[in-house]
């Protein structure tokens, strides 16, 4: 090939609508002996907006030379969001092209959204379940409580490596047990407060006392 651009593809996963995520790297390289004019370094696809680009190409890159493209993701809606960048040069496999891709979700995500112990003897404690916070932001998610709550609150032991601040595009866990009191169906929820206008996360707990 006489010019590259490498990788062939840029995953950003899940990032939170109008957050910005943290810059990923295409490398252009000429693998020629004489200079590569480059004339363009364009965005086409389905979702242009959604991945800002900058780069230190300019206009020429010398024999045996590369120069970088960074590219952030910032979708503007929900759901699965692509685009192609483009490289137009005068090497002969020109256009150099590579996709990019991400998903826009909510600025906070908890999954799953149930835990089913199925059927325990009254008095035995399960192996623990567990549920994931993620932050999908660019910024600081700020925990306020986790708790728990229903109608047999008590049936249900929580732990977690959750604390009053989770960083930008990270997440923490809440791990939950049942030790049925009684027999008979029992419910609880748990419930994940924190900073985003979105309210409280809730994840219905659910088992059986024998």
């Known amino acids: 090939m006489q010019a590259t651009l490498a990788p062939s593809s840029l995953t950003f996963g899940n990032v939170a609508v109008a957050s910005t995520s943290p810059a990923k790297f295409l490398k252009l390289t000429n693998n020629r002996s004489s200079p590569l004019t480059i004339s363009a370094i364009s965005l086409g696809g389905t979702n242009t907006a ?64 149930a835990l089913m112990f199925g059927s325990v003897s009254v008095g035995s404690t399960t192996a623990a379940m567990t549920v994931t916070v993620t932050n999908n932001q660019s910024v600081t998610l700020n925990i306020s409580t986790i708790t728990l709550g229903g109608v047999e609150p008590a049936d249900f032991l929580k732990s977690t490596t959750c604390t009053a601040t989770l960083a930008p595009f990270s997440n923490c866990t809440v791990s939950v047990k049942f030790k049925p009191t009684a027999t008979g169906s029992r419910t609880a929820t748990l419930s994940i407060t924190d900073n985003p206008d979105s309210g409280p996360h809730s994840v219905g707990l659910s088992g059986t006392g024998l």
Request: aromatic fraction near 4%.
């Open 50 to 113: 959604d991945f800002p680009k900058s780069t230190t190409c300019g206009a020429s890159l010398a024999a045996f030379a590369s120069c970088t493209i960074q590219v952030q993701f910032k979708p503007v809606a929900q759901g699965a969001r692509s685009a192609i960048v483009k490289v137009t040069d005068n090497a002969s496999n020109s256009p150099q092209s590579a996709s990019v891709a991400g998903t826009g979700v909510t600025q906070v995500t908890v999954s799953p959204s």
